[in-house]
Protein backbone atom coordinates (compact mmCIF):
# COMPACT_ATOMS: atom_id res chain seq x y z
CA UNK A 1 0.00 0.00 0.00
CA UNK A 2 2.32 2.59 0.91
CA UNK A 3 4.41 1.60 -2.24
CA UNK A 4 1.33 2.54 -4.37
CA UNK A 5 0.96 5.93 -2.80
CA UNK A 6 4.28 6.83 -3.41
CA UNK A 7 4.26 6.01 -6.95
CA UNK A 8 1.38 8.22 -7.21
CA UNK A 9 2.51 11.15 -5.44
CA UNK A 10 6.03 10.58 -7.76
CA UNK A 11 3.82 10.45 -11.02
CA UNK A 12 2.27 14.02 -9.93
CA UNK A 13 5.00 15.52 -8.73
CA UNK A 14 6.71 14.76 -12.42
CA UNK A 15 3.30 16.04 -14.30
CA UNK A 16 3.79 19.26 -12.48
CA UNK A 17 7.15 19.72 -13.24
CA UNK A 18 6.37 18.88 -17.05
CA UNK A 19 3.53 22.23 -16.81
CA UNK A 20 5.25 25.15 -18.17
CA UNK A 21 4.91 28.77 -15.82
CA UNK A 22 3.35 31.37 -17.03
CA UNK A 23 5.23 34.06 -19.09
CA UNK A 24 5.27 37.57 -16.80
CA UNK A 25 3.81 40.33 -19.09
CA UNK A 26 6.14 42.64 -20.92
CA UNK A 27 6.55 46.22 -19.33
CA UNK A 28 5.55 48.89 -21.25
CA UNK A 29 6.93 52.45 -21.20
CA UNK A 30 6.23 55.38 -22.93
CA UNK A 31 9.14 56.64 -25.31
CA UNK A 32 9.58 59.96 -27.13
CA UNK A 33 12.12 60.55 -29.79
CA UNK A 34 15.59 62.89 -29.76
CA UNK A 35 14.99 66.00 -31.74
CA UNK A 36 17.36 68.06 -33.68
CA UNK A 37 15.88 71.89 -33.80
CA UNK A 38 16.76 75.69 -33.41
CA UNK A 39 17.32 76.88 -30.69
CA UNK A 40 18.54 80.50 -29.29
CA UNK A 41 21.15 80.01 -26.88
CA UNK A 42 20.37 81.53 -23.43
CA UNK A 43 22.40 81.87 -20.16
CA UNK A 44 21.57 83.49 -16.80
CA UNK A 45 23.49 85.10 -13.85
CA UNK A 46 22.84 86.47 -10.66
CA UNK A 47 23.28 90.68 -11.28
CA UNK A 48 22.79 93.45 -9.58
CA UNK A 49 21.67 96.92 -10.77
CA UNK A 50 23.62 100.19 -10.43
CA UNK A 51 23.08 103.70 -11.45
CA UNK A 52 24.84 105.00 -14.76
CA UNK A 53 25.77 107.73 -12.77
CA UNK A 54 25.42 108.35 -8.97
CA UNK A 55 26.13 112.52 -8.61
CA UNK A 56 26.29 113.38 -4.48
CA UNK A 57 25.28 116.85 -4.26
CA UNK A 58 27.48 119.14 -1.94
CA UNK A 59 27.81 122.77 -1.45
CA UNK A 60 31.05 124.29 -2.79
CA UNK A 61 30.83 127.60 -0.25
CA UNK A 62 29.70 128.18 3.16
CA UNK A 63 26.15 129.75 3.76
CA UNK A 64 22.59 129.55 5.23
CA UNK A 65 20.27 127.52 3.20
CA UNK A 66 17.49 130.11 1.78
CA UNK A 67 15.43 127.29 -0.66
CA UNK A 68 15.16 123.77 -1.72
CA UNK A 69 13.40 123.92 -4.89
CA UNK A 70 12.66 120.19 -5.49
CA UNK A 71 10.60 117.32 -4.12
CA UNK A 72 12.31 114.30 -2.97
CA UNK A 73 12.08 111.65 -5.27
CA UNK A 74 11.18 113.64 -8.73
CA UNK A 75 13.11 113.30 -12.18
CA UNK A 76 15.25 116.62 -12.33
CA UNK A 77 16.75 118.07 -16.02
CA UNK A 78 20.44 119.20 -16.23
CA UNK A 79 20.66 122.54 -14.63
CA UNK A 80 17.45 122.50 -12.61
CA UNK A 81 17.99 124.61 -9.05
CA UNK A 82 18.60 122.32 -6.61
CA UNK A 83 18.79 124.73 -2.99
CA UNK A 84 20.02 128.29 -2.97
CA UNK A 85 22.15 130.12 -0.54
CA UNK A 86 21.69 133.66 1.61
CA UNK A 87 24.17 135.19 -1.57
CA UNK A 88 24.44 138.39 0.42
CA UNK A 89 27.96 137.74 1.66
CA UNK A 90 29.35 136.47 -1.38
CA UNK A 91 27.20 139.53 -3.45
CA UNK A 92 29.32 141.92 -0.66
CA UNK A 93 32.34 140.15 -1.55
CA UNK A 94 31.74 141.02 -5.47
CA UNK A 95 31.26 144.56 -5.17
CA UNK A 96 34.48 144.58 -2.74
CA UNK A 97 36.79 142.66 -5.22
CA UNK A 98 35.27 145.04 -8.42
CA UNK A 99 35.95 147.94 -6.09
CA UNK A 100 39.60 146.79 -6.09
CA UNK A 101 39.77 145.92 -9.72
CA UNK A 102 38.76 149.63 -10.49
CA UNK A 103 41.26 151.16 -8.41
CA UNK A 104 43.96 149.11 -9.60
CA UNK A 105 43.00 149.82 -12.96
CA UNK A 106 42.94 153.46 -12.28
CA UNK A 107 46.48 153.17 -10.82
CA UNK A 108 47.99 151.07 -13.69
CA UNK A 109 46.87 153.94 -16.06
CA UNK A 110 48.68 156.74 -14.14
CA UNK A 111 52.17 154.58 -13.79
CA UNK A 112 51.55 153.70 -17.52
CA UNK A 113 51.03 156.90 -18.18
CA UNK A 114 54.73 158.26 -16.19
CA UNK A 115 56.52 154.71 -17.79
CA UNK A 116 55.69 156.36 -21.55
CA UNK A 117 56.27 159.50 -20.38
CA UNK A 118 60.12 158.12 -19.06
CA UNK A 119 60.82 156.62 -21.98
CA UNK A 120 60.69 159.26 -23.84
CA UNK A 121 62.90 161.72 -21.62
CA UNK A 122 65.54 158.86 -20.64
CA UNK A 123 67.08 159.25 -24.47
CA UNK A 124 67.40 163.27 -23.75
CA UNK A 125 68.93 163.24 -20.25
CA UNK A 126 66.02 164.23 -18.63
CA UNK A 127 65.98 161.83 -16.01
CA UNK A 128 68.52 158.96 -15.29
CA UNK A 129 69.02 155.26 -15.36
CA UNK A 130 67.88 154.98 -11.71
CA UNK A 131 65.04 157.20 -12.04
CA UNK A 132 63.78 155.05 -15.14
CA UNK A 133 64.77 151.18 -13.30
CA UNK A 134 62.20 152.71 -10.56
CA UNK A 135 59.30 153.72 -13.67
CA UNK A 136 59.61 149.94 -15.31
CA UNK A 137 59.31 148.47 -11.78
CA UNK A 138 56.11 150.73 -10.50
CA UNK A 139 54.91 149.37 -13.98
CA UNK A 140 55.35 145.60 -13.10
CA UNK A 141 54.18 146.13 -9.68
CA UNK A 142 50.90 148.45 -11.36
CA UNK A 143 50.41 145.47 -13.79
CA UNK A 144 50.84 142.99 -11.60
CA UNK A 145 47.82 144.43 -9.03
CA UNK A 146 45.85 144.83 -12.20
CA UNK A 147 46.03 140.95 -12.71
CA UNK A 148 45.38 140.08 -9.15
CA UNK A 149 42.54 142.47 -9.18
CA UNK A 150 40.89 140.68 -11.99
CA UNK A 151 41.50 137.17 -10.79
CA UNK A 152 39.79 138.52 -6.93
CA UNK A 153 36.86 139.53 -9.36
CA UNK A 154 36.28 135.99 -11.38
CA UNK A 155 36.74 134.12 -8.01
CA UNK A 156 34.06 136.49 -6.37
CA UNK A 157 32.00 135.93 -9.20
CA UNK A 158 32.62 131.93 -9.19
CA UNK A 159 31.58 131.91 -5.31
CA UNK A 160 28.57 134.05 -5.87
CA UNK A 161 27.41 131.41 -8.49
CA UNK A 162 28.06 128.64 -6.39
CA UNK A 163 25.02 130.11 -3.77
CA UNK A 164 22.80 128.28 -6.38
CA UNK A 165 23.39 124.40 -6.71
CA UNK A 166 21.90 122.93 -9.76
CA UNK A 167 21.67 119.52 -11.42
CA UNK A 168 24.81 118.44 -12.92
CA UNK A 169 23.08 115.64 -14.96
CA UNK A 170 19.38 114.26 -15.01
CA UNK A 171 17.96 111.67 -13.20
CA UNK A 172 15.94 111.28 -10.31
CA UNK A 173 16.49 112.90 -6.94
CA UNK A 174 17.09 111.32 -3.64
CA UNK A 175 15.90 112.61 -0.17
CA UNK A 176 17.22 115.77 1.13
CA UNK A 177 19.91 115.83 3.77
CA UNK A 178 20.05 119.80 5.10
CA UNK A 179 17.19 121.94 5.78
CA UNK A 180 16.22 125.19 4.90
CA UNK A 181 17.88 127.39 7.73
CA UNK A 182 20.63 124.94 7.68
CA UNK A 183 24.69 126.55 7.69
CA UNK A 184 25.99 124.39 5.28
CA UNK A 185 29.38 124.21 3.43
CA UNK A 186 31.82 121.72 2.13
CA UNK A 187 32.24 120.06 4.89
CA UNK A 188 28.61 119.78 5.69
CA UNK A 189 28.98 116.13 3.17
CA UNK A 190 25.97 115.47 1.18
CA UNK A 191 22.87 117.84 0.61
CA UNK A 192 21.15 114.86 -1.32
CA UNK A 193 21.72 112.59 -4.66
CA UNK A 194 21.23 112.47 -7.85
CA UNK A 195 21.16 109.19 -9.72
CA UNK A 196 20.76 108.63 -13.55
CA UNK A 197 19.00 105.38 -14.37
CA UNK A 198 17.82 105.05 -17.83
CA UNK A 199 19.78 103.38 -19.35
CA UNK A 200 20.45 101.06 -16.03
CA UNK A 201 23.28 98.82 -15.50
CA UNK A 202 23.33 95.14 -14.83
CA UNK A 203 26.80 94.32 -13.79
CA UNK A 204 27.05 90.19 -13.29
CA UNK A 205 30.06 87.92 -12.73
CA UNK A 206 31.01 85.40 -16.01
CA UNK A 207 33.55 82.55 -15.64
CA UNK A 208 36.24 82.36 -17.43
CA UNK A 209 35.49 79.58 -19.52
CA UNK A 210 31.92 80.92 -20.63
CA UNK A 211 33.44 83.87 -21.58
CA UNK A 212 36.64 81.76 -23.79
CA UNK A 213 33.29 79.75 -25.08
CA UNK A 214 31.03 82.43 -26.16
CA UNK A 215 34.24 84.31 -27.76
CA UNK A 216 35.35 81.21 -29.73
CA UNK A 217 31.86 81.11 -31.29
CA UNK A 218 32.00 84.13 -32.67
CA UNK A 219 35.52 84.49 -33.59
CA UNK A 220 36.40 85.19 -37.28
CA UNK A 221 40.04 86.43 -37.46
CA UNK A 222 40.66 87.86 -34.02
CA UNK A 223 38.95 87.61 -30.29
CA UNK A 224 37.05 90.87 -30.79
CA UNK A 225 34.75 91.82 -27.22
CA UNK A 226 32.94 93.88 -29.70
CA UNK A 227 30.91 90.59 -31.41
CA UNK A 228 29.62 89.89 -27.59
CA UNK A 229 27.34 93.56 -27.68
CA UNK A 230 25.29 91.23 -30.13
CA UNK A 231 23.97 89.51 -27.27
CA UNK A 232 20.44 90.62 -26.20
CA UNK A 233 20.16 91.03 -22.23
CA UNK A 234 16.65 90.35 -20.54
CA UNK A 235 15.96 90.49 -16.78
CA UNK A 236 14.23 88.66 -14.83
CA UNK A 237 12.95 90.05 -11.36
CA UNK A 238 12.90 88.25 -7.63
CA UNK A 239 9.17 87.61 -7.96
CA UNK A 240 9.55 85.96 -11.69
CA UNK A 241 8.21 89.10 -13.77
CA UNK A 242 10.23 89.37 -16.47
CA UNK A 243 11.34 93.11 -17.34
CA UNK A 244 10.26 93.48 -20.81
CA UNK A 245 12.76 95.85 -22.38
CA UNK A 246 15.69 94.58 -24.05
CA UNK A 247 19.56 95.92 -23.39
CA UNK A 248 22.90 95.16 -24.49
CA UNK A 249 26.54 94.02 -22.87
CA UNK A 250 28.33 97.37 -23.41
CA UNK A 251 31.58 95.99 -20.97
CA UNK A 252 33.71 93.38 -20.28
CA UNK A 253 36.95 93.50 -17.75
CA UNK A 254 39.85 93.74 -19.22
CA UNK A 255 40.88 90.95 -16.53
CA UNK A 256 40.26 88.05 -14.94
CA UNK A 257 39.77 88.05 -11.26
CA UNK A 258 42.39 85.79 -9.70
CA UNK A 259 40.37 85.08 -6.38
CA UNK A 260 36.87 84.28 -8.16
CA UNK A 261 38.48 83.39 -11.62
CA UNK A 262 35.33 85.67 -13.40
CA UNK A 263 35.41 88.74 -15.48
CA UNK A 264 32.93 91.60 -14.56
CA UNK A 265 30.61 92.56 -17.17
CA UNK A 266 28.25 95.32 -17.53
CA UNK A 267 24.69 95.54 -19.58
CA UNK A 268 22.68 98.56 -20.25
CA UNK A 269 19.04 98.49 -19.96
CA UNK A 270 16.23 101.04 -21.52
CA UNK A 271 14.80 101.94 -18.13
CA UNK A 272 12.15 104.87 -19.97
CA UNK A 273 9.31 104.69 -16.64
CA UNK A 274 12.00 104.62 -13.92
CA UNK A 275 10.47 100.99 -12.90
CA UNK A 276 14.32 99.92 -12.48
CA UNK A 277 16.28 100.99 -9.09
CA UNK A 278 19.72 100.69 -8.29
CA UNK A 279 20.44 98.57 -5.52
CA UNK A 280 17.84 95.88 -6.88
CA UNK A 281 19.26 91.90 -7.76
CA UNK A 282 17.80 90.46 -10.63
CA UNK A 283 18.55 87.38 -12.73
CA UNK A 284 20.28 88.59 -16.17
CA UNK A 285 19.76 86.72 -19.33
CA UNK A 286 21.58 86.56 -21.97
CA UNK A 287 20.28 85.16 -25.66
CA UNK A 288 21.92 84.68 -28.45
CA UNK A 289 20.75 86.67 -31.33
CA UNK A 290 22.20 83.87 -33.77
CA UNK A 291 19.97 81.01 -34.08
CA UNK A 292 21.89 77.22 -33.63
CA UNK A 293 20.89 73.70 -33.90
CA UNK A 294 20.88 70.96 -31.32
CA UNK A 295 20.09 67.50 -30.08
CA UNK A 296 16.90 67.75 -27.47
CA UNK A 297 15.63 65.38 -24.64
CA UNK A 298 12.30 65.41 -22.30
CA UNK A 299 13.28 66.93 -19.42
CA UNK A 300 11.00 64.32 -17.77
CA UNK A 301 13.78 61.56 -19.33
CA UNK A 302 16.87 62.64 -17.52
CA UNK A 303 18.25 60.96 -14.84
CA UNK A 304 20.83 60.74 -12.38
CA UNK A 305 23.47 58.80 -9.97
CA UNK A 306 26.98 58.94 -8.85
CA UNK A 307 27.64 58.27 -12.33
CA UNK A 308 26.13 61.76 -13.60
CA UNK A 309 23.52 61.93 -15.92
CA UNK A 310 21.76 59.45 -18.16
CA UNK A 311 19.08 58.39 -20.27
CA UNK A 312 17.17 55.33 -20.70
CA UNK A 313 16.88 54.54 -24.02
CA UNK A 314 14.99 52.05 -26.13
CA UNK A 315 17.13 50.32 -29.14
CA UNK A 316 15.89 48.18 -32.19
CA UNK A 317 15.92 45.31 -30.30
CA UNK A 318 13.28 46.82 -27.71
CA UNK A 319 15.62 46.41 -24.88
CA UNK A 320 16.68 49.20 -22.39
CA UNK A 321 20.10 50.79 -23.10
CA UNK A 322 21.75 53.13 -20.46
CA UNK A 323 23.31 56.35 -22.33
CA UNK A 324 25.16 58.47 -20.11
CA UNK A 325 24.90 62.29 -21.54
CA UNK A 326 26.42 65.46 -21.14
CA UNK A 327 23.66 68.43 -20.68
CA UNK A 328 23.19 71.96 -21.17
CA UNK A 329 20.55 74.60 -21.23
CA UNK A 330 16.98 73.61 -20.21
CA UNK A 331 14.08 75.07 -22.02
CA UNK A 332 11.25 74.62 -20.67
CA UNK A 333 10.35 71.28 -20.70
CA UNK A 334 13.49 70.25 -22.66
CA UNK A 335 17.00 70.09 -22.01
CA UNK A 336 19.89 70.50 -24.73
CA UNK A 337 22.20 67.59 -24.64
CA UNK A 338 25.83 68.10 -26.00
CA UNK A 339 26.37 64.46 -26.16
CA UNK A 340 25.71 60.82 -25.62
CA UNK A 341 22.37 60.25 -27.44
CA UNK A 342 21.56 60.66 -31.32
CA UNK A 343 18.97 62.31 -33.68
CA UNK A 344 16.04 59.83 -33.62
CA UNK A 345 16.68 57.79 -30.78
CA UNK A 346 13.66 56.53 -28.49
CA UNK A 347 14.29 58.08 -25.10
CA UNK A 348 11.48 56.87 -22.15
CA UNK A 349 9.94 59.29 -20.24
CA UNK A 350 7.30 56.92 -18.26
CA UNK A 351 7.74 53.95 -16.58
CA UNK A 352 11.11 54.46 -15.57
CA UNK A 353 10.83 53.24 -12.48
CA UNK A 354 10.18 49.74 -14.07
CA UNK A 355 12.54 49.10 -15.80
CA UNK A 356 16.57 48.39 -16.15
CA UNK A 357 19.21 48.11 -18.95
CA UNK A 358 18.86 45.00 -20.62
CA UNK A 359 15.26 44.28 -20.29
CA UNK A 360 12.69 43.57 -23.09
CA UNK A 361 10.29 46.64 -23.09
CA UNK A 362 7.12 47.37 -25.12
CA UNK A 363 6.90 50.89 -26.24
CA UNK A 364 4.07 53.32 -26.48
CA UNK A 365 4.24 56.93 -27.83
CA UNK A 366 2.37 59.78 -27.01
CA UNK A 367 -0.16 61.39 -29.59
CA UNK A 368 1.25 64.41 -31.05
CA UNK A 369 -0.43 67.68 -29.59
CA UNK A 370 -2.82 69.57 -31.91
Same mark, same amino acid.
Given at each position: ? #?????? !???????????????????????????????????????????????????? =???????????????? #??????????????????????????????????? #????? =?????? &???????????????? =? =????????????? %??????????????????????????????????????????????????????????????????????? &???????????????????????????????????????? &?????????????????????? &?????????????????? %???????????????????????????????????????????????????????????? !????????
Amino acid at each position: M #IRIVLA !ITTMLMVAGCSRELPERPMVEVVVEPVILEPYQPQQEYVGRLEARDDVAIQA =KVTGYLLTRDFREGDR #IDAGEVLYTLDASEFEAALARAEADLASARANQVN #IERNY =KRGIEL &LPRGAISQSEMDELTA =K =KLEADARLESARA %QVTSAQVNLSYTTITAPISGRIGRSLASVGDLVGPSTGNLTTLVSIDPIEALFSVSEATYVAAMKKRMTQS &LDVSQLRTLEVTLELTNGTVYPEVGHIDYFSNRVDETTGT &LEARAAIPNPHSILVPGQYVRV &LLHDTNLLEGLFLPQAAV %QADQQGSFELVVDAGSQVVRRNVSLAERFDDKVLVLEGVGEGEQVIVRGLQQVRPGMPVK !IRTLPEAG
